[in-house]
């Protein structure tokens, strides 16, 4: 269930939330959803957090890089 309401933010945070979509229909919700994920786990487990921040960065940049594998790709790669 959504509430709906209005953040204001600067033009720099908005471009750095853009930086971070994974495709262009990605919501700010999504994307704030996904921060705080990350911070929660940061504070909870800073040395794992650490890594996991690295492997979410490599994983984004194969995914602009198209260095991925479609669901339905991997799906006959695996016999699914």
């Known amino acids: 269930m959504y509430m709906e309401t ?3 933010v600067s033009g720099e945070i908005k471009s750095g939330l853009d930086g971070f ?3 262009k229909n990605e919501s700010y919700n999504e ?3 996904k921060l705080l994920f990350v911070a929660r ?3 909870k487990e800073p ?3 650490q ?3 690295l492997e979410i960065k490599k994983a984004r940049e194969n995914i602009m ?7 339905e790709e991997a799906k ?3 016999g699914v």
Do not use: M, N, P
């Not at 890089?65 to 669901?71: A, C, L, P, V």
């Open 6 to 8: 209005t953040i204001r």
């Open 21 to 23: 979509r994974q495709h």
């Open 31 to 33: 994307l704030i959803r």
């Open 41 to 43: 786990a940061c504070e």
């Open 47 to 49: 040395k794992l957090s």
């Open 51 to 53: 890594k996991t921040v």
């Open 65 to 71: 890089k198209g260095d991925f594998y479609t669901e």
């Open 76 to 78: 006959k790669i695996l």
